[in-house]
């Protein structure tokens, strides 16, 4: 069965960086690409880019450039979003979500990432 | 940029049928696909490629698009279908949510 199994929340300083990591199995994870979204509290879901399992191409939304990295490593099948430079608003949960025929049809239990000082 | 627009909340009781929208420009010469949500889970897809319903999920749930609309229907709402629910446009480039919807069942 699909699974993407994401690290554990984390909690940073502003100015820290931080790498979510996104692990999956159950199927070839090169031949579907991965979305991240984020999801601020109390908030809704907002896609902010995706990467091309295949050739490690990352496309970000607007908003989502500069301090924002997507990276696959397809030795591990796992898939990461780094963010650099973090602010209290970077502060939300992460999701991982599998490329699937016109969805995101599978989603990592999501990842906390606190900015505070 | 491309928007979708959700109205905020929705009220149905129990047994009824829920209808909810999406709104956004051109949105039937895309997919869309929809999500469920409840509190302290991840989203879950309920529908997609306009109304194709995955594995599990249950009749009750159905979907159409076209025009500038797209909208979930929930059959015989049940009090499990208390949630947030998303929609998302999708196409070669987009991937864009709106901004979700709360369902209540009352």
């Known amino acids: 069965q699909v699974q993407l199994v994401q690290s554990g929340s984390e909690l940073k300083k502003p100015g820290a960086s931080v790498k979510v990591s996104c692990k999956a199995s159950?199927?070839?994870?090169?031949?579907?690409?991965m979305n991240w979204v984020r999801q601020a509290p109390g908030q809704g879901l907002e896609w902010m880019g995706w990467?091309?399992?295949?050739?490690?191409?990352?496309t970000y939304v607007q908003g989502f450039t500069g301090r924002f990295v997507f990276s696959v490593d397809t030795s591990v099948s796992t898939a990461y979003l780094q963010i650099s430079s973090l602010k209290a608003e970077d502060t939300a949960v992460y999701y991982c979500a599998r490329d699937g025929s016109g969805s995101n049809d599978f989603w990592g239990q999501g990842t906390l990432v606190t900015v505070s000082s | 940029s491309y928007e979708l627009t959700q109205a905020p909340s929705v009220s149905v009781s129990p047994g009824q049928t829920a209808s909810l929208t999406c709104s956004g420009d051109?949105?039937?010469?895309?997919?869309a696909c929809w999500y469920q949500q409840k509190p302290g889970q991840s989203p879950v897809l309920v529908i997609y490629q306009d109304s194709k319903r995955p594995s599990g999920i249950p009749e009750r749930f159905s979907g159409s698009n076209s025009g500038n609309t797209a909208t979930l229907t929930i059959s015989g709402t049940q009090a499990m279908d208390e949630a947030d629910y998303y929609c998302?446009?999708?196409?070669?480039?987009?991937?864009?949510f709106g901004g979700g919807t709360k369902l209540t069942v009352l």
């Open positions: 990467i091309n399992t295949n050739t490690g191409n990352p």
């Open positions: 998302q446009a999708w196409d070669s480039n987009t991937r864009v």
């Open positions: 159950g199927y070839t994870f090169t031949s579907h690409a």
């Open positions: 051109k949105l039937g010469d895309k997919y």
